[in-house]
């Protein structure tokens, strides 16, 4: 059991997404469909994204693990970085190399095993990828790896505290259907980001609304709604979709 909720064998969890982002990819042509999310989810988490990042300029290699059609990575590579993108998904790298992008290279490759050697990025970032893994570790692991001392790293998970999941993971196990996603506690991912090595760990919340409520997206992005769930952490908890953290890599002894 982790984040909340039970998992089928985990490898069959795994397998199980990578057939999925196989098929979205050779499914659909757009950035939301090949990353498995609605249109109004996938440009809710970019807008959070940039607004975490705000109006600063950029250098340095980055590295986008799980990268999907390269959403992400075209908006760094647009502030100045020179980006790397890995995705496990062959057809989904095929997609995101025909999207073209200046300063941007594509190659497949797995977050939980990546094949390069350590402190070659000045920081990375993994989206919408750990809620089709059985844990987290090993991609925290690897992405605090390859990243410089002073770098920064980026994850995303699915909250697991956010009571709709909550319900939803209910009623599931009512039915006796196994999780079709994994949801993290945010307590225990940020302990997991310090116990791999990152410091000055912060955690955000990403509430995001339903696609039938897309329309009124713009709320949660106001400065109001976000002074609250600062103020309010319980209350971010329980209404946020989803949670980002973002910490340094410490110096390596």
Known sequence: MEGGNRTRAPEAFEEGWRRRFTGFAEAF?????????????????????????GDRKMDGRWLDAGCGAGTYARDLAARGCEVIGFDYSSPTIAKA?????TGIGWAVADVTALPVP????????CFGVVQALASSEKALGELVRVVRPGGEVWIDALNGWCLPHAVERLVRRLKGR???????????????ARECGLRDVRLYWV????????AFRWIGATRAVRRVLRILPFLG?????????????????
């Open 29 to 53: 042509e757009d950035d939301a469909g090949i990353a498995g999310w609605s249109p109004s989810g996938l440009q809710a988490r970019l807008e959070n994204f940039r607004r975490l990042l």
């Open 97 to 101: 190399r025909s999207r073209g992008g």
């Open 118 to 125: 350590a402190q070659v990025f000045d920081g990375a970032l």
């Open 178 to 192: 196994p999780p079709h996603v994994r949801y993290e506690s945010p307590l225990r991912l940020r302990r997991l």
């Open 207 to 214: 509430p995001i609304l339903p696609e039938r409520f897309a």
């Open 237 to 253: 908890a329980l209404v946020s979709h989803a949670i980002v953290i973002r910490g340094i890599v410490t110096e390596r002894r």
